[in-house]
């Protein structure tokens, strides 16, 4: 796929890497992107059945695109919700594809690159690249630690506070 998209060097793959990894997630993080508060509380843009496996496409510079738009809708954060969970849930929803193709691209680095990563290091390097993806996002930052990398997710509500999820485990 890369090379159908033109993606043969080391910059290119890098620049399609981090371009996947922050429009992914922005995807991830879409509530917590368009909280506002609504007539019945905290409110946001949710996907109730869309995924990011067979609901969006890749464009050649590695950003991700929904495509099924019409699963898109306002949902409240209300009837036993807070703003944190419908974060956490959306963000859960498809973290797998998101990271499973994260670590394919990884993989395809790494054969452009004529090296080998082990597992530790292959880790290493997806935390430095999701900081690096990340560095200027308004909504999502990255604190990495001992035992990982975490994001903190912030919305546009004061009330909201921030949502800590675990990205990467070392």
């Known amino acids: 796929m890369l090379d159908a998209f033109g993606v043969r060097t080391v910059e290119a793959v890098d620049a399609f890497i981090d371009r ?3 429009s992914g997630i922005a995807a991830l993080t879409l509530f917590a992107r368009t909280a506002r508060q609504g ?3 905290p409110e946001g843009l949710d996907y109730a059945n869309v995924w990011l496996d067979k609901d969006c496409l890749v464009s050649p510079d590695g950003a991700l695109h929904f495509a099924d738009l019409e699963g898109l809708d306002w ?3 209300a009837a036993g919700w807070t703003v944190e969970d419908r974060v956490r849930e959306q963000f859960d929803r498809n973290a797998y594809e998101l ?4 670590h394919a691209l990884l ?3 790494e054969r452009i690159r004529g090296t080998r990563l082990t597992q530790p290091q ?3 390097d997806a935390m430095l690249r999701l900081e690096l993806a990340l560095a200027a996002d308004p909504f999502v930052g990255v604190e990495v630690g001992e035992d990982g990398l975490d994001l903190v997710v912030r919305t546009g509500l ?3 506070g921030v949502t800590r999820i ?3 485990d070392r």
């Open 99 to 102: 990271f499973y193709g994260l």
């Open 107 to 109: 993989r395809e680095s």
């Open 166 to 168: 675990r990205g990467i």
């Open 122 to 124: 292959r880790r290493r």
């Open 158 to 160: 004061d009330s909201a």
């Open 75 to 77: 949902t409240a954060a």
């Open 20 to 22: 996947y990894l922050r």
């Open 39 to 41: 007539p019945h509380g």
